[in-house]
């Protein structure tokens, strides 16, 4: 029976990726030992890491005024360190909240500064992003979550800051589609769904934001010092960024980021299709902010979920239970999940609808 993860994170991984690790793992490329047990500072592993971020340049065309760091401490760690870095002599910054995520974002940073929303659409239950944007120039920057993982809920356009530096959660479609860096003075985003394994966390910073610290910060946690020693302060997570080493080779071998954004819109667009046209299954999110990556939907009649997911089980679709605080259902389909695997989902909810709906 094939297996289908549909977690939303850590997430599923591209197969050829894992078996690549696994042939590597005893013996790293002829030196004898596991890339695990190599020196962060030797020249091996340097050099490796030069190409891993230089694949990840390439990959999100990060123009050369952006630094990329390799970070700890996940998303939740840069809900801080982006108002320790980010508001250089402000008291304020602005926040879009269109799900949990955004909201935790912004309850860390009340812990530094004041928060304004610019829009926030927990009013109306967290189903669409905003139309407009109430931006107050006083703010330090702008900040938004541009996919919601828990329900599902992405920004299919990059929202204006009118001026201000704009700043991105893309922990959960990063690496989905292109995006023009460009347009960001920063963009950060936990690694295990879209990058590799958790452990690691990608920031991508605009140059010109770096150098205003808030005061007695560790230097952990100061931008500028982590670049200007290439991430390497301390100690990196050597195995997850080998790991995301291997997710971006596979990705340039897929075609890159254009080829996965049809990849990733096709799956999404066949799984939506399917709950659209049931009576049994029914999506919440506007039809204009629907996730590519994690398609979450609800079953009409409740009764049914624990013979739907309990079913879902036995045929191999695995981690399909939605967030605890958006209940229903969640199918992930990150990068890595393949076509396969959202048609071979297809055909277990419209035969579970034609037994029990
Ligand atoms: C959009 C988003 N932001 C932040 C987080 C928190 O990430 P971490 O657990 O890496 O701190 C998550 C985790 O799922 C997420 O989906």
């Not at 690549?20 to 030196?31: I, K, N, S, V």
């Not at 769904?193 to 910060?217: A, F, H, M, Y």
Request: aromatic residues 10%; negative net charge.
């Amino acid at each position: 029976m094939t297996i289908y993860n549909f977690g939303a994170g850590p997430a599923v991984l591209p197969r050829d990726v894992l078996l690549q690790a696994q042939a590597e793992l005893l013996d790293f490329r002829g030196h004898g030992v596991s890339i695990m047990e190599m020196s962060h500072r030797g020249p091996l592993f340097e050099a490796l890491f030069e190409e891993i971020e230089s694949d990840f340049r390439s990959l999100m065309a990060i123009p050369a005024n952006y630094q990329v760091l390799f970070m700890q401490g996940g998303a939740t760690a840069q809900f801080a360190m982006v108002p320790i870095n980010l508001l250089r002599g402000k008291r304020q910054a602005d926040y879009i909240v269109t799900g949990e995520w955004g909201q935790k974002a912004v309850s860390e940073a009340s812990r530094f500064c004041d928060v304004h929303l610019a829009a926030n659409t927990a009013v109306h239950g967290f189903v669409n992003v905003p139309d407009e944007l109430e931006v107050d120039m006083a703010s330090a920057y702008l900040h938004y979550t541009s996919n919601e993982t828990i329900r599902g809920i992405e920004f299919k356009s990059i929202p204006d800051p009118q001026g201000l530096p704009l700043v991105c959660d893309m922990s959960s479609n990063i690496l989905s589609r292109p995006v023009d860096i460009s347009r960001f003075g920063l963009v950060y985003a936990g690694a295990q769904k879209n990058i590799g394994p958790s452990g690691l966390t990608l920031v991508i910073v605009r140059d010109d934001l770096l150098g205003e610290v808030l005061p007695q910060q560790s230097r952990l946690f100061d931008y500028r010092q982590v670049a200007s020693q290439h991430s390497m302060l301390n100690t990196p997570p050597t195995f997850s960024i080998y790991m995301a080493g291997l997710v971006f080779k596979w990705l340039i071998r897929q075609g890159g980021l254009v080829a996965m954004q049809g990849i990733n819109e096709r799956k999404a667009s066949k799984l939506y299709g399917c709950i659209d046209a049931s009576s049994l299954y029914v999506c919440r999110v506007h039809p204009g902010a629907r996730s590519c990556m994690n398609v979450a939907f609800y079953l009409q009649e409740e009764s049914l979920y624990p013979l739907f997911f309990s079913q879902a089980a036995k045929e191999g679709f695995l981690q399909l239970k939605g967030h605890k605080l958006a209940g229903g259902v969640r199918a992930s389909i990150y990068n890595a999940m393949p076509e396969a695997g959202v048609d071979a989902l297809i055909a277990f909810m419209s035969e579970f609808e034609r037994i029990n709906g």
